[in-house]
Every structure is written in C-alpha cells, then in structure tokens.
C-alpha cells in the first residue's frame, strides 16, 4: 500500500463506518458491564473499548496509511491509553480503592467521553482550512526556525548553570524538581517567563521530522546538528521522567517525519515507526520507577515493573463521580474559564486565580504536595456531570476534525509542521484540558514565524528582484 504525499489528513469516506464501530462497540460495552468488582468494570471497559478502537482504525487505514495520520485519531488512542490500557494487565488493590458503584458510574463517563469525541468530528464541515498551506517556506527558513527554536527553548536551561554543558547532564540525571532551571509553583517573575518560552523546545520533535523526511533538501552539517540538538531533546525528555513529554516528542517526529514523506508505504510505518513506540512504551515503563530518584541513581539491572501502570485515571475519574454532586457541587464555567487565563504568565498578572475552589486532589482525598490528574473526561464530570462530558467530547471531536483541515490536500511542508506540532495540544488536552490553551502557544508561535517572518521576507524578495 502506497501513498503519495498530499493524500488528505482528515476524516474519510471510512470515518463513519469507523464512527459506527466504535458507537456499536461503546453501546454493548456499556450494557454488558459487570456491576460486581471494580476490577471486572475496568478490564471489561479496557477490552470492549480496544477491540473497537482497533476496528475502527482497521476500516480507517483501508484509505491508505496516511490517512492514519490524523489528530482525532491520534486523541482516541490517547485517551484510551490514559484511561484503560492499563487494566489489560493486572492491577492489584483497585477494589479497595473504589466501590463498584463508583467504578460503573466512572467508567460510563469515560465510554460517554469517547462517543462525543468519535461523533463531535462529523459535526462539523470537513474541508481545507488555510493556516498555512499558501505560505512558501524555503529549506533554510525550516533550519533557521529549528535553530531558532533550540536556542529560545534551551535558554532558561542553560541561563540558570551559567552555560556548563557538564552541570546540564548532571542536573538532568537528578530526581524531578531538583534542577536549577526549574519553574516555582506559580511563577510571577522573570526566570518563569523564560520557562514559559522553553516550551519551544516541543517544535524540535516535528521540524526535526520534517528536515529529515526531506533530507536531500539539507547539506550534510545541518542534518548532523538536526540530529545531535534531536538526540539531546529526546535524552532530555526521557531524563524528566514525564512520561507525556517524551511521548510528545515522539508522537509529533513520527507525525511530521510520515507526512513529509514523498511516499509512505505500509512497510516503512512498520519497520520505522513500530521499533520507536516500542521504545517509546519500555522507556514510559521505567520512566515511572526512576522520576522520584533520578536517572543518575537509578539502575536498570535491578528489574521492571511487575505490572503496567499508567496513572489509575479511571479510578481518580470514579471517586469523582462519588462526590460530585454529593459533597461538592459543579464547578460550572470555572475550569473553562481556568483554561483560557492559564497561559497568562503571572509576571504579567500577579493576582491570577492559583487553582480551583475545589482541586482533584482535594476531591478525592489525596496526600498533599501529590499531584492528581484525572484526564478532560474527570475534569468535565467536576464541571457538570455528564452532560459536561459528553459536550466537551463533541468540542474537542469537532476541534480536531478543523485541525485535520489545516493539513488536507496539500503538500505544503508549511502547513504539515504546523498540523503535526498541532499534536501536542491534542494528547495533552486528553491528560488535562486545562493545558489546552498553554499547548497550543508552540504551533501559534509556529504560525506566526510563518504569517509574519517567512511571508514578510518573501515580499522583501520579491521587492529586490522586482
């Protein structure tokens, strides 16, 4: 199976087969549910809901593999993997840590927030929307913007250990939160602004992408610095211990790399892209084992993990649905409103709101200074119950599927580093919504450069040879 560069991005003639797939599947998931042991709940959830995802993808992919590179995709699976992979495997101890009532309860909200996201993409028109598709962009304006990215990415790194390479790869082999370069609880001065700019660092993953998929285009010394500043990201990531960030930089070189491929076949995405996600899911394993300790202290003759653990989402999500309403009332508007205000750096408004009235945590008891996350679907639930999920499922369903519009039917490389850093705001908003505003800041910068940087130097060109 072959597919030429330019093939759509965006929902297919297959898509609403695959939308009945998952429907059907998601229906008898949620009537045969055991009502007995938490555990049975999730592990039946876990199976019904991946068979159908895997049907699905199956009837997507029969329009060609690129067809697989798609934002809403992309989401489903994340959310999935947030959610449910992990009750695949064994997981001891979750009857004790949720009632089966509250299990049922949970896992319905989970099943409802994968029907607004598989229906939300066909309510809105599929067609081409032009964020960068007319923007020409030349080879050395794609390394200049790789470099430029790097350097404004790196500085707060670098700026807090006075320039010492050595004292870097020291402190990343630290436990999480003990580097210098670290950003306070809440920010409010300078050094914060400069972390707020690092992120940055997640437009390396997708141009790297990008200028290897077209390296014939690049001189032999860029494509070596395009690979070290590359291999120094990755090691960066993996050393946070953060599993989703290493993930980001994955999903979105993988997604920039395929789709700037003049050809993609079948057996490159098998034999390129399935070694790196199985590296990429080792590595997530043990990254949840040494982010306490530190990569330095950590060594990996001492054995994994007896068990895949993800963050047990699903059982935060069904303590949430046990004491909303019950003992909290809805947060209405107020994660909505959280969202939009988030990128605003404190610098710039010292007394912007430090949280929820009622936070996660707090909800469900857990320890303090421990942070909870509990997916868009557990943050919806606070916000008003299932109608809340099942609307915010049909928004960001929607979004996604206006996002594929920005790279279909075109071979602009423009437009497809810009849909592909796009990926980043997609899986985050899956952990939390309430970073949906922050991740996009990477892609407006993208944008930008290109509406303000690539089009104005263009114009100066065409002024000189005119």
Request: include cysteine.
């Amino acid at each position: 199976m072959v597919m030429r560069q330019g093939s759509a991005a965006g929902a297919t003639p297959k898509t609403g087969e695959a939308t009945i797939a998952v429907l059907s599947g998601l229906a008898i998931t949620w009537i045969i549910l055991p009502s007995d042991h938490p555990v049975d709940v999730f592990t039946d959830a876990a199976v019904g809901v991946g068979l159908s995802l895997i049907l699905a993808t199956g009837l997507e992919a029969t329009a060609g593999i690129r067809s697989l590179i798609r934002v809403d995709i992309l989401m489903l699976w994340a959310l999935y993997g947030l959610t449910l992979l992990e009750f695949l495997f064994p997981q001891p101890d979750v009857d004790t840590s949720v009632s089966a009532s509250g299990a049922t309860s949970g896992t319905y909200a989970v099943l409802l927030g994968f029907a607004g996201l598989v229906v939300g993409r066909h309510v809105v028109a599929k067609r081409r929307r032009d964020l960068g598709a007319s923007i020409h962009i030349r080879p050395k304006d794609i390394f200049f913007l790789f470099v430029l990215a790097a350097l404004l990415g790196y500085m707060h790194i670098f700026l807090a250990v006075n320039f010492d390479l050595l004292e870097v790869f020291r402190q990343m082999a630290l436990p999480r939160f003990q580097q210098d370069w670290g950003r306070g609880q809440y920010g409010g001065d300078i050094h914060s602004l400069f972390v707020e700019i690092g992120a940055l660092i997640y437009l390396i993953p997708p141009i790297a992408g990008l200028i290897l998929a077209r390296s014939n285009e690049y001189g032999a010394l860029k494509k070596v610095i395009v690979t070290v500043i590359l291999t120094f990201t990755f090691y960066y990531g993996f050393s946070s211990g953060t599993r989703n960030i290493i993930a980001t930089y994955t999903i979105t070189f993988l997604g920039a790399y395929f789709m700037n491929r003049s050809t993609l076949t079948l057996w490159q995405v098998l034999y390129k892209g399935v070694p790196v996600l199985g590296i990429l899911a080792v590595g997530m394993v043990y990254m949840l084992q040494f982010r306490t300790e530190g990569l330095g202290n950590f060594s990996f003759s001492d054995g994994g993990p007896a068990t895949l653990y993800v963050d047990h989402n699903l059982i935060v999500i069904s303590q949430i649905t046990e004491v909303f309403p019950k003992l909290y009332d809805f947060l209405g508007l107020e994660i909505p409103v959280n969202t939009l205000i988030h990128p605003i750096p404190r610098i710039f408004w010292p007394g912007k709101p430090e949280g929820l009235s009622v936070g996660v945590e707090e909800a469900v008891g857990a320890p303090s200074g421990v942070t909870v996350a509990c997916t868009f679907v557990g943050e919806a639930y606070m916000s008003g119950g299932l109608l809340a999920v099942l609307f915010f499922g049909l928004l960001f369903g929607a979004m996604a599927e206006m996002w594929n519009g920005v790279a279909r039917n075109t071979n602009s490389p423009f437009a497809q580093l810009l849909y592909a850093s796009g990926f980043f705001s997609g899986m985050l908003t899956m952990r939390s919504m309430q970073w949906l505003t922050v991740a996009m800041l990477p892609t407006i910068a993208l944008w930008l450069y290109g509406r303000l940087w690539i089009r104005r130097s263009g114009r100066s060109r065409a002024s000189v040879q005119a």
